[in-house]
């Protein structure tokens, strides 16, 4: 079970369990970042912008060993260490990011942001701004009125959030999946000050696969009538429709091998057969089902839409102006550590090559590493300790 | 577009469009099998079954010529030929089946028939039994008071089917997916009746991985509140969650290949900007609503949540009493022809081996071969052309 509360958790703090208990836990602080103004890459204005972020280890003087991380999907910005010694579990890349560890805090000053229309909005070290925020202007809830954004506009706020450090280099970004597409497009819209990049389990252009399956990840939301059309707030949330919704993530960035060590075919219940009633399920339903009910409660409906939104429409360096994928590509300059899982069904493994063919194609040192493991997409996230290394080295030279 | 149209389709007989055109069409009839009783696996009783089902080719003296065509989860029984010279598309392995083809019918005397709970309701040239039907007993369809049924069910009416023409020993029994489940059932349950199988993209277990994709495919219809717990008949059904599940049915079944070689990132109007509104999408998202709602038109939800449950708990050789699939398996005699697609995300290559190392356990010939495309799952559907010789032949040994 342990495994699985590991892979379904992608995102929920709480529920991780990587961490290595005891003494030697880094403590971290939640902080949040204002931004009076956001101009979106699509020219709308967005006030009073506030996203959550978490730093470990110190900027040193001239201000250039900052490394930025940032989040998947269903991520934050607790990508490591614990609020307090007593928490169950460390941020998701505690095992990556810390005194000594690939990320080396004693060496890095390492910033993590959450994004804008972050999902996890009932979680209450998250700090986002998005369709569930209060719009100054109404003094209600946006809803859709909130404008849509993409991994550009992600990557703006965060552009600020450096920027308010004095920081003009980055030492590296790194990231993975969403995390992956935020790390491309700041390497395409600032290639100057970008000087290496670690994209995980991310492709340079999320292609019509992967945006039919976001459609898909959308439709148990659309169908719920509590969704309304965005408009619920005050009212009752889309819940049913976004517990399934979050169970399709959480099977498709996952991977068979997963299902058949965790599970088999075990029935939820041993004294209820499947065959003999439509709510007798297997194991691996009822993790599912339960997981994606877990995951909904601290999750907002819109937000999870706009998110979708925001993966399907990413095209690098849209920020800087790119129309196409093609276009920001060739503006990266930043030495690349590309990783990606041959298992993987989200950004399947040829679309993640393409990219780094089309950055080495600028005449840039690209390394890539497969990740292996058995839980597919998310492999990028729960089974990169082999290459902490790599990493490591990576960052150094 | 025309490739799509024939990815989507998959069962909806009328949009398949692989047919060779002109003079040599093969014209079939739709035939009505009437079962005054079934007892079911689980021991429930169905008065008054029908199905329809087509056969081609002529029946020998000797009645040794048989082959049973059992069809896959959105599939009918229409397997080849057309009703009328005009149809615009022929059965959907009409390229492998007819006068001189692959499984030819100069030769063979070919049975195909809808199962039980199909999910065509609304098509008119489709006969079968489920939630959708008139319960004798009250007049009114049963809905979910309709026994569960399983793919050894299915197997059950098509033995009556088969023994109704006076055949005791069928020359093959193929089918592709859930057609390849019922070809193992054939084999397990009446191992000395069945002298040869070609199951097509199926694994002889379902597993935990299909069987929690086949929960997600019913998320969108159990969040629909027309679904009403399946009490919806005479009132407004469910089509809107019907849809969106086929959706997902159409994007897991095909592959990443067919997505980026049919529509690339286009979208689905050139004037509108997936960016600038939600409404505004991707060409692969909206021809995969416009298919899902074309599907859903003519489609039952109850049937399909019916279909779902009867492949989750598929047992090779239930209908002898098998209690796993290792247990079935152990049973089958038949020399096995199994053909399974590489980039398959429904029943995956390994899944698939591993029934072939099974059956070939039982010191029974089993050869294997690989089905290339760009479908995923869909090449045994729509990509078996290559592997035509293969199969004549082994039908010849």
Same sequence: chains 1, 2.
Wanted: charged share 20%; glycine share 10%.
């Amino acid at each position: 079970m342990k495994k699985f509360v590991l892979a379904l958790a992608a995102g929920a703090a709480m529920a991780w369990s990587v961490a290595s208990a005891g003494a030697q836990d880094m403590i971290v602080e939640k902080k949040v970042f204002e931004l009076p103004s956001l101009t979106t890459i699509g020219g709308k204005t967005i006030k009073g912008v506030k996203v959550g972020y978490e730093t470990y280890g110190t900027l040193n003087a001239d201000k250039s060993n900052a490394i930025l991380v940032a989040h998947f999907f269903s991520g934050t910005s607790h990508a490591a260490g614990k609020y307090d010694a007593s928490d169950k579990a460390a941020g998701y890349w505690d095992y990556l990011i810390g005194p000594g560890k690939a990320v080396d805090t004693n060496k890095y000053f390492v910033i993590a942001s959450d994004t804008l229309v972050n999902l996890n909005t009932g979680d209450p070290k998250v700090t986002t701004t998005g369709p569930a925020s209060i719009n100054p202007d109404t003094g209600k809830p946006y809803g859709t009125a909130f404008p849509l954004v993409t991994i550009g506009d992600f990557v703006r706020v965060q552009k600020a959030l450096v920027d308010s450090f004095g920081v003009t280099k980055l030492h590296a970004v790194m990231g993975a999946s969403m995390g992956g597409l935020q790390t491309y497009e700041w390497a395409a819209t600032y290639p100057d000050m970008v000087q290496r990049i670690i994209p995980v389990i991310a492709a340079a252009e999320p292609g019509p696969w992967l945006q039919a399956w976001l459609g898909v990840w959308a439709a148990p939301v659309l169908v719920d009538p509590n969704w309304n059309n965005g408009d619920y707030y005050g009212k009752t949330a889309p819940k049913a429709g976004l517990a399934q919704a979050l169970k399709i993530v959480s099977l498709h960035a996952n991977h068979w091998l997963w299902a058949e060590k965790t599970f088999g075919s075990a029935w939820a219940d041993e004294a209820k057969n499947p065959l003999d009633a439509f709510d007798n399920k297997y194991k691996v339903e009822a993790a599912l089902d339960a997981g994606g009910a877990a995951r909904a409660a601290i999750s907002d409906a819109n937000h999870y839409l706009y998110l979708i939104k925001a993966n399907q429409t990413f095209i690098a360096g849209a920020g800087a102006g790119a129309k196409t994928a093609a276009e920001g590509i060739k503006r990266i300059k930043a030495k690349t550590l590309m990783l990606y899982a041959p298992t993987d069904q989200v950004f399947h493994a040829d679309s993640v090559k393409a990219g780094a063919a089309a950055i080495k194609a600028n005449g840039v040192e690209v390394e890539t590493a497969e990740i292996a493991g058995n839980f597919g997409h998310l492999n990028g996230v729960l089974a990169m300790q082999p290459h902490a290394a790599k990493i490591a080295e990576f960052l150094s030279k």
